[in-house]
């Protein structure tokens, strides 16, 4: 016979607090309505966050696109550091500019919050984070759930994951089908490491080494936490202004993969890309891991980003506007290649990076 409890039971004695939870949407529902869209309908605290879709009447003929994503193991560095403000821009990034690729434009989105337990004012950061990232990519934030798991996760532990949605008009997707041979390949700077390869770093420069997160760096000019936690830019709608005003065939997002792998993915079969590594100099973090690692260079590139976070396939003739018009954004921009006529759809890096 099974033992009789000497006690009653309750959810918040097992390690989950509805009160607190509660306060956590009530703190955040400041942010949530900065990352509005008129096509929202409604506030946060229903069951489902809805979205007036008669905007979509405007198009011909509309196309949903989709993405899911998280931040991987950076959240472990905002978590050590304790700012979480920041860790939404890397969960939009992620999302959006996955999204804008093919041409889409970010309409609304919804995260997912797990945590060992609910502070309010830590889940109300992490929501201000994605609130005003959501803003720079011009989408809404449509929802979200935060979810308290005592025992899977320990208090001060949370991962974050989101899904997003956007709509492009059938005849102006952009991908493999448009690339062309001449076409030369656009590369938009990043911010940093962006949020991909984060295992690989914090194996390098924390456990390798013994380095604190708030040792100063003289190659970074800050301390190592400050550093690995540069939000990732967001390119969502500077790439959709290069779309609508530019002869732009194809994007590519460099995340995992790095730059080789993910610009492979928006090639047709038939036709190959080249890379100058001389057109620009990584900043100064690719190279500290590189050393401190003695990572070899091929590794290191399918793994980071090496300064390159989006990457635009456009017609030869427009590559001065394309590069204008991102620099009028404030994004940096050069062109770092060409797609050639030889077949296997393989893409080379050639060259020194400069220095």
Known sequence: M???????????????????????????K????????PEVVGHIGGFAGMFDASSLKTYEHPLLATSADGVGTKVAIAQQVD???????????????DLVVCGAEPL?????????????????AIVKGIAEACVVAGCALLGGETAEHP????????????STTGVVEADAVLGPERVRAGD????????GLHSNGYSLV?????????????????????????ELLEPTRIYALSCLELARHTDTHAMSHITGGGIAANLARVLPKHLSAKVSRNTWTPQPIFDLVREVGAIQLDDLERTLNLGVGMLAV??????????NLLADAGLPAWVCGEVVGETGGEVTLAGSYAV
């Open 184 to 191: 030369v390949l656009v590369a938009m700077a990043s911010s």
């Open 108 to 124: 609304f989105m919804t995260d997912y919050i797990a945590c060992g337990k609910v502070v309010p004012e830590r889940i109300t």
């Open 30 to 37: 400041e942010w949530v309505d900065k990352a509005r869209r």
């Open 151 to 162: 025992g899977l996760l320990g208090p001060d532990d949370y991962d974050l994951a989101g």
């Open 202 to 226: 914090r194996q390098v420069l924390l456990q390798q080494t013994g380095w604190s997160l708030e040792r100063h760096v003289d190659e970074l000019g800050r301390t190592l936490g400050a």
């Open 83 to 97: 700012k979480h403000d920041t860790i939404g821009f890397d969960l939009v990034g992620m999302l959006v500019d």
């Open 2 to 28: 099974p033992e009789v409890a000497t006690h009653i039971p309750s959810y918040e004695a097992a390690g989950v607090s509805i009160t607190e939870g509660d306060r956590a949407v009530a703190l955040m």
């Open 314 to 323: 456009t017609a030869a003739d427009d590559a001065d506007a394309a590069i």
